[in-house]
């Protein structure tokens, strides 16, 4: 390929992070949450590396399921946003997947089909998140009415609002609502994202759901856990020109950063159509030949520029870490006011993944 724009796939972090993350709960079962293209890292890839330590995958819409079925994964496969129709209810007997149920309306759905031809289910408990899911107080209701469509394979899962934050108290009260509302039922429990399983051992269940972390994004907002997580990408590109500016010339749209000195400036062949945050501000950190380059001038749909004017003998073709090994993720996200799960996401298709095995 001519452009040198790749999103580096490391499958040695993916494994490395999963396993991390399990052996913090070993009375649970892990699974690996691949929706959203594998948090843009590939699903198919993501579900083939880890096929062999996730025994089951959790993705958000039944369309992904069938993506990697259509790959070969035979695994099953949880979706978690359940049916949006009728339809997804024998598509997701057809395909082995398991449908978390959030709404009486998705139940009605799943017994209309033919008894032996229904998927098997979740059920979802909303505890203090208010997105989806039955209320505390109707949850035994529902599933005693509903009781024909349970099965073995039948959890009860929640979701925390600031599993993140082992300064909030939000997530204990989350997991003593749901727990109590549904302790009257005996059967399994998913209570943990990764966040929630590094931060909250009292929420590590039947089941834990294993998403960012997996990828070596951040699972707290104080670092305190004595895990070593990897970045799973690295995004890269490549110098397409470098151009000496004098003091008080300006770079790229809206002449937002000026030369307060005579500079060198390089431009990198990446920009907001491949996923690089356009509102990425001036000193945005890059690295090149091992030392860090910054961000100058606005981000464009197709390129960026950086000032490399402290760098020796750099050159035309020189390889740009945009994020990955050497430039946290989790850095370039404060730099550009998200999250480290906005940008991976984003990486669009014009970018190529390419696995690394060692």
Known sequence: MSRQTQAIIHADALLHNFKQLAAIAPQSHSMAVVKADAYGHGAVNVARILQHVSTRFAVAIIEEAIALRDAGITAPIVVLEGAHQAKECQMAYQHNCILVMHCEQQLLWLQACAEDKRPHIWLKVDSGMHRLGFGLNEITDIALRYKSLLSDETVIATHFACADDDDSNFTEQQRQRFEHSVAALGLPLSLANSPATVNWPNTR???????????????????????????????????????????????????????????????????????????????????????????????SMDMITIDVTHIPQVKMGDTVELWGEHIAIGEVAQWAGTIDYELMTRVSQRVPRIVKYV
């Open 205 to 299: 269940a039947h089941w834990n759901r294993l998403g960012v972390g997996v990828y070596g994004g951040s699972v707290s907002t104080h670092s305190t856990h004595n895990l070593a997580l990897l970045p799973a990408m690295s995004l890269r590109s490549s110098i397409l020109a470098l151009r000496e500016v004098a003091a008080g010339e300006g770079v790229g749209y809206g002449q937002t950063w000026v030369a307060t000195k005579p500079s060198l400036i390089a431009t990198v062949g990446i920009g907001y159509a491949d996923g690089y945050p356009r509102h990425c501000p001036n000193g945005t950190p890059v690295l090149v030949r091992g030392q860090r380059a910054s961000l100058v001038g606005r981000v």
